[in-house]
């Protein structure tokens, strides 16, 4: 079982040898490791276990997958990209692999350079690029131009193909499994890894292949560290639990979020804060529009902040895509230039922290951007949560 597509594969391919032949660059050399998957896996449909890697491009078409010995056997069976070479920098420190072939960049130069002279090398993923793995690729490469296409890359991802979405749709779905289960163990007296456990292994025996961020359940104050995983509390009645998770399907990731009551009721304070945070949804989700610039969108959810005296306890604006993360560019916060386009997938993430009683409250769900506006990736879901305090 692979979770790549080979169709999209080409012609992901396609647009990077394009870039490549527009800037006049010779290869490109996309960074990857298992805390930053998504650049490589957009290309092969693959990250290793333990080892760094890059992902190489030439401007002929040339293709060729860089990490270590270890992660080569894996490779070899499951990635888009399965023509490998093995460099100490990418191995696990201090390793060894006795039996391997391990090469340098000046090794890789000379080869690349028997097909085509390599004078421009263009890196994607240098903010996530260790320092000894960027030193030894310049090294490797002496005398060459060294540019960054990160950006130009990054922006490939931005808009999904009609495959995405259909991922996302299916995690996102999945999410909405994954919830009911959760629900389930919110009771006092459990502890929050069981919430956690229950929520995760419905997305496992569903098909999920991993999860874009660490299952978030924080009860009582918990609540304020924004992104709580679960721990060993016990929880109360009288607390709220946020809750979260984010299952990947084929790669691509879906999320939920909500706050709920520990003894199933809320107090009055609990119910207002949240009917609240559902109007700043929904005037959210109806700027979801073709040609909306992020500032646009973040300045009508604010004016409920506003009103409804929540500046000071906000943290996160309302909006961001997803797609391999749960969280990527472009982010259409206050400042945000970037418009909506026919396929993004946005999610609408509302939310404060700090609250001197409440202390953190979430809600969130995912739409792909359409003709139409906004389509929710999962229905059900938004219907409970719009309809959730009557």
């Not at 030894?136 to 130009?152: A, H, Q």
Request: charged share 25%; net charge negative.
């Amino acid at each position: 079982m692979s979770y790549f597509n080979l169709q999209e594969t080409n012609n992901r391919i396609g647009k990077v040898v394009k870039l490549l032949n527009d800037k006049n660059v010779d290869i490109a050399v996309i960074y990857f490791d298992e805390l930053n998957v998504a650049n490589g896996w957009y290309l092969t449909g693959w990250c290793g276990q333990f080892e760094k890697g890059a992902v190489l491009v030439g401007r002929d078409g040339t293709t060729m997958l860089l990490g270590g010995p270890e992660s080569e056997p894996f490779a070899k069976q499951s990635s888009a990209i399965s023509d490998t070479r093995c460099f100490k920098v990418f191995m696990v420190p201090d390793e060894e692999y006795p039996l391997a072939t391990i090469i340098g960049f000046p090794e890789l130069f000379a080869e690349l350079n028997a097909k085509f002279p390599v004078k421009r090398v263009g890196l994607v993923g240098t903010s996530d690029m260790p320092y000894a793995v960027h030193q030894d690729l310049v090294k490797g490469f002496e005398g060459c131009d060294v540019v960054d296409l990160t950006d130009e890359y990054l922006k490939f991802r931005y808009v999904k193909s009609d495959w995405e979405v259909e991922q996302a749709r299916q995690a996102t779905q999945l999410c909405y499994k994954a919830y009911k289960a959760m629900m389930e163990k919110v009771k006092a007296g459990n502890k929050e890894f069981e919430v956690a456990a229950a929520g995760e292994a419905v997305c496992r025996a569903n098909g999920a292949n991993s999860f874009a961020y660490q299952t978030i359940v924080g009860s009582g104050v918990r609540s304020n560290a924004v992104v709580p995983t679960a721990t060993n509390k016990v929880m109360e009645n009288g607390e709220m639990v946020m809750l979260g998770i984010a299952p990947r399907i084929n790669g691509y990731a879906g999320t939920f979020g909500h706050t709920v009551p520990v003894s199933g009721e809320y107090s009055a304070e609990q119910r207002k804060c949240l009917i609240d945070m559902i109007e700043v949804m929904k005037v959210t989700k109806d700027m979801l529009k073709i040609g909306i610039s992020g500032k646009q969108i973040d300045a009508e959810g604010r004016k409920l902040y506003e009103k409804g005296g929540y500046l000071k306890y906000m943290v996160c604006p309302f909006a961001h895509t997803m797609g391999l993360m749960e969280a990527e560019a472009p982010f259409f916060g206050p400042n945000s230039e970037d418009v909506l386009e026919k396929n993004m997938i946005v999610n609408v993430d509302v939310s404060f922290f700090g609250h001197p009683t409440l202390h953190g409250l979430r809600v969130e769900t995912c739409y792909v951007i359409t003709e139409n506006g906004a389509e929710p990736l999962c229905p059900e879901f938004e219907e409970e949560l719009f309809n959730y305090i009557k």
